[in-house]
């Protein structure tokens, strides 16, 4: 992520280096981490490499969710939307307001759909996604690198045009 969006609670900015410690940690939550597709479980500080040695981002889509000075998670659009958050940080609507302020500024860079989606189960992530006004499109198997299993996951997707019409 190239810039930092601000909301009411949070900042959205892009990942550095100084955030591995938080990922580190709340990755290896497996209660966080049973619900991410490619993360690997446990979670090693050399599994992590936020930039490139010039400092510039190697996830230009992707950003840490700042609160009160803590990176509390990180949501991304690329290439789909997908947002974690550790554990202490559930329950407070952060994914929500994380999720949104990503879905607008796609919008607004242009974007006609988002698609996005979570493992069967996943109640949180459901919430937030039929929150955003998000559509249920089916459901397949998908494989979770912290399970070791294809898992079934149910794919949504959300229209510029719906998002225009709900925010009227």
Known sequence: MEHVISTDRLTLRPPVDADGAAVVKALNDFDVAKWLANAPYPFKTSDLCLSFPDGTTLWPHMAAIDHDGEMIGMVSM???????????????????EAA???????????????????????????????????????????????????????????????????RV
């Not at 690329?78 to 929500?96: H, M, N, V, Y």
């Open 78 to 96: 690329e290439p789909d939307l997908g947002f974690w958050l550790r554990r202490s940080a559930w329950g407070e609507g952060f994914a929500t």
């Open 100 to 166: 949104h302020a990503m879905c607008a500024a796609a919008f607004d860079r242009g974007t006609d759909t988002i698609a996005s989606g979570y493992f069967e189960g996943n109640a949180g992530s459901e919430g937030v996604l039929t929150k955003l006004g998000f559509q249920y499109l089916g459901e397949r198997q998908h494989w979770c690198e912290p399970r070791q299993e294809h898992l079934p996951h149910h794919d949504m997707w959300l229209d510029r045009s719906d998002w225009d019409a709900a």
